[in-house]
C-alpha cells in the first residue's frame, strides 16, 4: 500500500529544497491536481481481520461493501426509517451498517475487525458460530435473509389468497404473483437482489403447460462437466435454463391429463433484478464437500448479455460484474479472497483478509470464481 501513501502525502515525499522556483511551482500545481481529484476516490479500500478461517465472511463482506446501492443505503442511514418495529430486532443491520461506515471512512491502511458483525450474524444463524470455515454462497444467503427481515416494510402480512390465477397470461399472472410476493416481502434489500424465474411444465402427453413464478435471490449454475478445461459462462447458464424431461420417480401430475405424465421443465427469467448474484456450483451437492471443479469459466466483465433467456423479448438485461468471491484450493483446505470494482473510481483490487492491494482488470478471470456480483447497465424490467 506505499503507493497510496505517496498519492496521499503527496509534497512530503519530495525532498529537495534545492530546485529552482518554477520546478516548485509546478511540484505544486502537480500536486494540486492530483487533489482535486475526491478524497472518497480511494476510501473503501480497508482489510478485514481473519477471526479464525473467516475469510469466507470477509470475501462476501467485501463484494456487498462495493454494492454501491447497498452501500449508500447504510452509509447514508436510510435504513433506519425501514426498521421493522414490530420484530424488535436489528442488530443484523445496525451491525452491518457500522461494520461498512468503518469500512468506507477508515484510512486505506487500517484493518477492521468484523467481530461484532459476527456475533450478530451467528445468533441469526448458529451454523456460523466458532471459526471453522464455511461456505461463502451460503453465508451470504443468510446475511441477505437477515438484513432483509429487518429492514422489511411489511409489518402484517396478509393471509394466503386462494385466487386462481391459471386462467390468466402468463404476463399478467407474472405481475400477479410479484404484487402477492411484495405484499410479505418488500425491503430495500429486495428492490437490489431479487429477480423472478418463470418455471414451464409441459405435459408430453396432451401438450398442456402451466407456468410458475417464484422469486429468487442468486442463480446456483450448474458447470458443464466437459473433457476441455473451459466452458463458459453462457454454457453454465444454458445449462441452468435448457428444458429437462421429468420421467420415472419425477413426474409430476399434469393438471389437465389428472395422472401423472412426462413433462419437460424449462426455466427461463421472467424478472431481472439490479444486481445479479451467479453462484458457479464448484462443490458436490453433499453437506460434506467430497469434490470440487476446478474449470475455468469464462465470464465477462462488460456486457453480459441474457436477453437470450429471458421470457419477454422486450426485456433489457444487460450486466457489468462488479466483484467476485474466489475460492482457491480444495475441499479440505481452501482460501476466500475477494476481488472487487471500487465503486468510486472504477479501479479493481484484491481484498484478501487484511490485505488489499491494486489489480489489473484482466486478472480478474481466474478458475478460483466461485461467486459473480453483476449490476444491471439499462432500466431492469420492473413490474
Given at each position: 500500500?506505499?503507493?497510496?501513501?505517496?498519492?496521499?502525502?503527496?509534497?512530503?515525499?519530495?525532498?529537495?529544497?534545492?530546485?529552482?522556483?518554477?520546478?516548485?511551482?509546478?511540484?505544486?500545481?502537480?500536486?494540486?491536481?492530483?487533489?482535486?481529484?475526491?478524497?472518497?476516490?480511494?476510501?473503501?479500500?480497508?482489510?478485514?481481520?481473519?477471526?479464525?478461517?473467516?475469510?469466507?465472511?470477509?470475501?462476501?463482506?467485501?463484494?456487498?461493501?462495493?454494492?454501491?446501492?447497498?452501500?449508500?443505503?447504510?452509509?447514508?442511514?436510510?435504513?433506519?426509517?425501514?426498521?421493522?418495529?414490530?420484530?424488535?430486532?436489528?442488530?443484523?443491520?445496525?451491525?452491518?451498517?457500522?461494520?461498512?461506515?468503518?469500512?468506507?471512512?477508515?484510512?486505506?491502511?487500517?484493518?477492521?475487525?468484523?467481530?461484532?458483525?459476527?456475533?450478530?450474524?451467528?445468533?441469526?444463524?448458529?451454523?456460523?458460530?466458532?471459526?471453522?470455515?464455511?461456505?461463502?454462497?451460503?453465508?451470504?444467503?443468510?446475511?441477505?435473509?437477515?438484513?432483509?427481515?429487518?429492514?422489511?416494510?411489511?409489518?402484517v402480512r396478509p393471509k394466503?389468497?386462494?385466487?386462481?390465477?391459471?386462467?390468466?397470461?402468463?404476463?399478467?399472472?407474472?405481475?400477479?404473483?410479484?404484487?402477492?410476493?411484495?405484499?410479505?416481502?418488500?425491503?430495500?434489500?429486495?428492490?437490489?437482489?431479487?429477480?423472478?424465474?418463470?418455471?414451464?411444465?409441459?405435459?408430453?402427453?396432451?401438450?398442456?403447460?402451466?407456468?410458475?413464478?417464484?422469486?429468487?435471490?442468486?442463480?446456483?449454475?450448474?458447470?458443464?462437466?466437459?473433457?476441455?478445461?473451459?466452458?463458459?459462462?453462457?454454457?453454465?447458464?444454458?445449462?441452468?435454463?435448457?428444458?429437462?424431461?421429468?420421467?420415472?420417480?419425477?413426474?409430476?401430475?399434469?393438471?389437465?391429463?389428472?395422472?401423472?405424465?412426462?413433462?419437460?421443465?424449462?426455466?427461463?427469467?421472467?424478472?431481472?433484478?439490479?444486481?445479479?448474484?451467479?453462484?458457479?456450483?464448484?462443490?458436490?451437492?453433499?453437506?460434506?464437500?467430497?469434490?470440487?471443479?476446478?474449470?475455468?469459466?469464462?465470464?465477462?466483465?462488460?456486457?453480459?448479455?441474457?436477453?437470450?433467456?429471458?421470457?419477454?423479448?422486450?426485456?433489457?438485461?444487460?450486466?457489468?460484474?462488479?466483484?467476485?468471491?474466489?475460492?482457491?484450493?480444495?475441499?479440505?483446505?481452501?482460501?476466500y479472497t475477494a476481488y472487487?470494482?471500487?465503486?468510486?473510481?472504477?479501479?479493481?483490487?484484491?481484498?484478501?483478509?487484511?490485505?488489499?492491494?491494486?489489480?489489473?482488470?484482466?486478472?480478474?478471470?481466474?478458475?478460483?470464481?466461485?461467486?459473480?456480483?453483476?449490476?444491471?447497465?439499462?432500466?431492469?424490467?420492473?413490474?
Amino acid at each position: 500500500m506505499r503507493s497510496y501513501t505517496l498519492a496521499m502525502h503527496g509534497l512530503s515525499s519530495r525532498r529537495d529544497h534545492h530546485v529552482p522556483g518554477t520546478v516548485i511551482l509546478s511540484n505544486i500545481v502537480d500536486f494540486m491536481l492530483h487533489r482535486t481529484k475526491p478524497v472518497k476516490s480511494v476510501q473503501g479500500l480497508v482489510g478485514l481481520r481473519n477471526l479464525g478461517n473467516t475469510c469466507f465472511m470477509n470475501s462476501i463482506l467485501q463484494c456487498l461493501s462495493n454494492t454501491k446501492d447497498l452501500r449508500d443505503y447504510c452509509l447514508q442511514n436510510t435504513y433506519r426509517r425501514d426498521l421493522n418495529s414490530k420484530t424488535c430486532n436489528s442488530a443484523i443491520m445496525e451491525e452491518f451498517a457500522r461494520l461498512l461506515r468503518a469500512m468506507w471512512t477508515c484510512s486505506i491502511n487500517e484493518i477492521v475487525s468484523p467481530s461484532e458483525f459476527k456475533t450478530q450474524i451467528q445468533k441469526y444463524a448458529p451454523r456460523f458460530m466458532g471459526y471453522n470455515q464455511q461456505d461463502a454462497q451460503e453465508f451470504l444467503r443468510f446475511l441477505l435473509d437477515g438484513l432483509h427481515n429487518e429492514v422489511n416494510r411489511v409489518t402484517v402480512r396478509p393471509k394466503p389468497t386462494c385466487q386462481d390465477l391459471d386462467h390468466m397470461p402468463d404476463t399478467e399472472k407474472a405481475k400477479q404473483m410479484w404484487k402477492r410476493y411484495l405484499e410479505r416481502e418488500d425491503s430495500r434489500i429486495v428492490e437490489l437482489f431479487v429477480g423472478q424465474l418463470k418455471s414451464s411444465l409441459t405435459c408430453m402427453e396432451c401438450g398442456y403447460c402451466s407456468t410458475v413464478f417464484d422469486p429468487f435471490w442468486d442463480l446456483s449454475l450448474p458447470i458443464p462437466k466437459k473433457s476441455i478445461p473451459e466452458v463458459s459462462l453462457m454454457d453454465c447458464i444454458r445449462l441452468f435454463t435448457k428444458e429437462d424431461v421429468l420421467d420415472g420417480e419425477e413426474k409430476p401430475t399434469c393438471c389437465r391429463c389428472k395422472t401423472r405424465r412426462r413433462c419437460t421443465k424449462k426455466f427461463t427469467i421472467q424478472r431481472f433484478p439490479k444486481f445479479l448474484v451467479l453462484h458457479l456450483k464448484r462443490f458436490s451437492e453433499a453437506r460434506i464437500r467430497s469434490s470440487k471443479l476446478s474449470s475455468f469459466v469464462n465470464f465477462p466483465l462488460r456486457d453480459l448479455d441474457l436477453r437470450e433467456f429471458a421470457s419477454e423479448p422486450s426485456s433489457q438485461a444487460k450486466y457489468n460484474l462488479y466483484a467476485v468471491s474466489n475460492h482457491s484450493g480444495t475441499t479440505m483446505g481452501g482460501h476466500y479472497t475477494a476481488y472487487c470494482k471500487n465503486p468510486n473510481n472504477s479501479e479493481w483490487y484484491t481484498f484478501n483478509d487484511s490485505r488489499v492491494t491494486p489489480m489489473s482488470s484482466s486478472q480478474v478471470k481466474s478458475s478460483d470464481a466461485y461467486v459473480l456480483f453483476y449490476e444491471l447497465s439499462g432500466p431492469s424490467s420492473r413490474m
